[in-house]
C-alpha cells in the first residue's frame, strides 16, 4: 500500500467538521486542509481572538474556505454544553467531530469541576462533548468521531479510586499517561456503543507520534531554557512537524481506509515519524470490562449519560 497523503483527502464540500483546539498545532492543520477541501469547519477553541487568528490565516492559505469560530473551554463542563447548544442552534449536520485539544504536564491543578487538570480536558470534557452533540451526530449518515491519542497511553494506569490525585503524589507523566489510556478507551468503547445501538457512526483513534507542535510551551520542560533546547533537539531528531503529525488524524477523519475502532498513527520507528497506519494499542486500552467502569465512572462525574 503507497503511503497516504494529503492529496487522498476526498472533496468534503457540503460536510460539516468540529476541531477542538483548532487554533494551534495538529488542531490548527487538520482544521486546514479539512476546509481545503471544501468543508464547513467550525474551530472550536478556549479563546476567541487566536482562533479568529486562525480562521484568517485559513482563509488566506485557501480562499473560499468555509471556516467559523465558537468559543469551547474543554476542561469546563457548562461551556462544553453551552457549545454544543450552540452548534446544534446553527447546523443540522456534524460529519466529523475531531476531539483534538489537549494538555500536557502541567504542574499539579484541577478544572472549576475539581478534575485533575488532564483528566478533565483530554478525556472528561471530550467525552461530555462528545455526548451532548450524539444527537446530530446520530441524524448524519457515516458521521465520525476521530480522538487524538497518544504514544503515553502505552504508560498510563486508571486509578479508578483516585483519577484527580487528591490522596497520592502528583507526577505529571502519570497524569496524562492516565488521560490518554482513558481518551483510547473511549475510542474503543464509543465504537462496541454505536455498534450495539445500531448508529451510523465512526469512532476512530490516531495519534501524530512526536509532533513538534507547541503544546511543551505550557509543561515543566519547556519553561527553561535548557528544557527548551531539549525539546527543540527532539524535535529536530526524532519529531516531524505538525502538519505532518495531522496526518493519522485527517485520515481517520476523511479515507474510506479507516473503521470503526481503528487506531491510526505514523508508521517509522516507534511510530514517532512518518505517514500513517494502522497502529497497535497496550491490552489496557482494548479491556472492555475496564473500559465499560470507565465509562460509568466518566458519566457520573460528568452528569452526561449516553449509549448505555
Same mark, same amino acid.
Given at each position: 500500500?503507497?503511503?497516504?497523503?494529503?492529496?487522498? #483527502?476526498?472533496?468534503?464540500?457540503?460536510?460539516?467538521? &468540529?476541531?477542538?483546539?483548532?487554533?494551534?498545532?495538529?488542531?490548527?492543520?487538520?482544521?486546514?486542509?479539512?476546509?481545503?477541501?471544501?468543508?464547513?469547519? &467550525?474551530?472550536?477553541?478556549?479563546?476567541?481572538?487566536?482562533?479568529?487568528?486562525?480562521?484568517?490565516?485559513?482563509? $488566506? =492559505?485557501?480562499?473560499?474556505?468555509?471556516?467559523?469560530?465558537?468559543?469551547?473551554? &474543554? =476542561?469546563?463542563?457548562?461551556?462544553?454544553?453551552?457549545?454544543?447548544?450552540?452548534?446544534?442552534?446553527?447546523?443540522?449536520?456534524?460529519?466529523?467531530?475531531?476531539?483534538?485539544?489537549?494538555?500536557?504536564?502541567?504542574?499539579?491543578?484541577?478544572?472549576?469541576?475539581?478534575?485533575?487538570?488532564?483528566?478533565?480536558?483530554?478525556?472528561?470534557?471530550?467525552?461530555?462533548?462528545?455526548?451532548? %452533540?450524539?444527537?446530530?451526530?446520530?441524524?448524519?449518515?457515516?458521521? /465520525? &468521531?476521530?480522538?487524538?491519542?497518544? #504514544?503515553?497511553?502505552?504508560?498510563?494506569?486508571?486509578?479508578?479510586?483516585?483519577?484527580?490525585?487528591?490522596?497520592?503524589?502528583?507526577?505529571?507523566?502519570?497524569?496524562?499517561?492516565?488521560?490518554?489510556?482513558?481518551?483510547?478507551?473511549?475510542?474503543?468503547? %464509543?465504537?462496541?456503543?454505536?455498534?450495539?445501538?445500531?448508529?451510523?457512526?465512526?469512532? #476512530?483513534?490516531?495519534?501524530?507520534?512526536?509532533?513538534? $507542535?507547541?503544546?511543551?510551551?505550557?509543561?515543566?520542560?519547556?519553561?527553561?531554557?535548557?528544557?527548551?533546547?531539549?525539546?527543540?533537539?527532539?524535535?529536530?531528531?526524532?519529531?516531524?512537524?505538525?502538519?505532518?503529525?495531522?496526518?493519522? #488524524?485527517?485520515?481517520?477523519?476523511?479515507?474510506?481506509?479507516?473503521?470503526?475502532?481503528?487506531?491510526?498513527?505514523?508508521?517509522?520507528?516507534?511510530?514517532?515519524?512518518?505517514?500513517?497506519?494502522?497502529?497497535?494499542?497496550?491490552?489496557?486500552?482494548?479491556?472492555?470490562?475496564?473500559? =465499560? /467502569?470507565?465509562? $460509568?465512572?466518566?458519566?457520573?462525574?460528568?452528569?452526561?449519560?449516553?449509549?448505555?
Amino acid at each position: 500500500m503507497s503511503a497516504w497523503t494529503f492529496d487522498q #483527502i476526498p472533496d468534503l464540500q457540503g460536510r460539516h467538521a &468540529v476541531v477542538t483546539g483548532a487554533n494551534s498545532g495538529l488542531g490548527y492543520w487538520t482544521a486546514l486542509h479539512l476546509a481545503r477541501r471544501g468543508a464547513h469547519v &467550525v474551530l472550536a477553541c478556549r479563546s476567541r481572538a487566536r482562533a479568529d487568528e486562525a480562521a484568517e490565516r485559513i482563509v $488566506t =492559505a485557501s480562499a473560499g474556505a468555509h471556516v467559523g469560530v465558537m468559543e469551547l473551554d &474543554v =476542561a469546563d463542563l457548562d461551556s462544553v454544553k453551552a457549545f454544543a447548544a450552540h452548534y446544534a442552534e446553527q447546523h443540522h449536520q456534524l460529519h466529523v467531530l475531531c476531539n483534538n485539544a489537549g494538555l500536557a504536564l502541567p504542574p499539579l491543578s484541577h478544572t472549576r469541576h475539581g478534575f485533575e487538570a488532564q483528566f478533565g480536558t483530554n478525556f472528561l470534557g471530550h467525552f461530555a462533548l462528545t455526548g451532548h %452533540l450524539l444527537p446530530i451526530l446520530r441524524a448524519t449518515p457515516g458521521a /465520525r &468521531v476521530v480522538h487524538t491519542a497518544s #504514544i503515553a497511553h502505552r504508560f498510563g494506569r486508571i486509578d479508578f479510586d483516585d483519577p484527580h490525585f487528591r490522596s497520592r503524589p502528583y507526577r505529571d507523566m502519570a497524569a496524562y499517561g492516565q488521560s490518554k489510556l482513558a481518551n483510547l478507551m473511549f475510542a474503543f468503547e %464509543l465504537q462496541r456503543r454505536l455498534t450495539r445501538a445500531g448508529i451510523d457512526a465512526l469512532s #476512530i483513534a490516531a495519534h501524530p507520534g512526536y509532533a513538534a $507542535t507547541n503544546i511543551s510551551a505550557s509543561n515543566k520542560l519547556g519553561s527553561t531554557r535548557v528544557g527548551q533546547a531539549m525539546v527543540r533537539l527532539g524535535d529536530r531528531l526524532l519529531g516531524q512537524t505538525a502538519e505532518a503529525g495531522a496526518r493519522p #488524524i485527517l485520515l481517520a477523519a476523511t479515507s474510506m481506509q479507516a473503521r470503526g475502532g481503528d487506531y491510526w498513527g505514523p508508521r517509522g520507528l516507534m511510530e514517532m515519524r512518518g505517514a500513517p497506519r494502522r497502529v497497535g494499542s497496550t491490552r489496557a486500552a482494548r479491556d472492555e470490562a475496564a473500559a =465499560a /467502569r470507565l465509562w $460509568t465512572m466518566a458519566e457520573n462525574l460528568t452528569d452526561v449519560r449516553y449509549l448505555s
